[in-house]
């Protein structure tokens, strides 16, 4: 698989890991879901990847694996990752063949954490595009998808995510920092999420706080919560209950533009 690295050689962690970029394209798309896989920060699950970037390609998306950092010397990095792969996007949208406002993101469980931080805090940056010229491009997603995410670094949360991410003696400042529905505000980009109500791994909470975090701002989202299937089924085929989820969001993502 090809490695489109997102990083210079400054974003590095001690081992030399650099955050990339594997590419899944569709001649003819013009909409990206960048794929963020889970794995409570300590490693990606293989099944939330390559997976459910060919799952899109179906539904006629282009889609890129984030291989985020997890380095635990370098904690908080991940949202630096997360933001530069939608700038490196964006950036490179016409080369690609795709409209530079029909990027969007896709997490699960941790790797859902990641993409609703990524789709909270988001900044412009200056970034070299490939024809030569220097733009200030956004790390604002067009939309994001949240499968049973990790939301919330406080009550409700995952402790495990938590800790890897931010250590075990993190302030409360920094907690709430890492907090997704707290960062929640009126240009947080459309969002379809979706939970099991017996997720004994990340609690239903998690969802259901960032559902009313974006309603309380008129932001629009589509939330389904299914009554059973655990934590962690990726694209769940064939599952009796939650498995029609692919289905409910190929058509929210169509009806989005993508």
Not at 69 to 79: A, C, E, Q, S, Y
Not at 126 to 144: A, H, K, N
Request: a negative charge; aromatic letters at 8%; hydrophobic letters at 35%.
């Amino acid at each position: 698989m090809e490695r489109i690295w997102i990083a210079d050689e400054q974003i590095v962690d001690e081992t030399g890991t650099r955050p990339y970029l594997e590419p899944y394209l569709v001649p003819g798309a013009t909409g990206a879901v960048i794929v963020l896989p889970g794995g409570g920060y300590e490693f990606r699950a293989d099944h939330e990847g390559g997976p459910v970037a060919e799952w899109l390609n179906e539904q006629g998306i282009s889609a890129f694996v984030l291989q985020y950092r997890l380095t635990p010397k370098h904690r908080g990095t991940p949202l630096e990752d997360g933001q530069a792969a939608i700038r490196y996007v964006r950036a490179h949208a016409s080369q690609y063949g795709l409209r530079p406002d029909r990027i969007g993101i896709l997490g699960f469980s941790a790797g859902g954490h990641l993409t609703a931080m990524t789709g909270t805090v988001f900044s412009e940056q200056e970034i070299t595009l490939p024809d030569g010229r220097v733009e200030s491009v956004s790390s604002r997603p067009d939309l994001m998808v949240l499968c049973y995410p990790v939301i919330t670094m406080e009550g409700y949360g995952h402790e495990g995510s938590k800790n890897a991410l931010l250590g075990t003696e993190a302030s409360a400042e920094r907690i709430a920092a890492h907090s997704a529905e707290r960062q929640v505000t009126a240009h947080t980009p459309p969002a379809f999420i979706w939970h099991t109500a017996d997720d004994e791994a990340v609690p239903v909470q998690n969802s259901l706080r960032m559902a009313l975090a974006l309603e309380q701002h008129g932001v629009p989202f589509e939330l389904h919560v299914y009554d059973h299937g655990g934590h962690g089924a990726g694209l769940a085929t064939g599952h009796p209950s939650m498995g029609s989820w692919t289905e409910r969001c190929a058509d929210w993502l169509h009806r989005q533009g993508w």
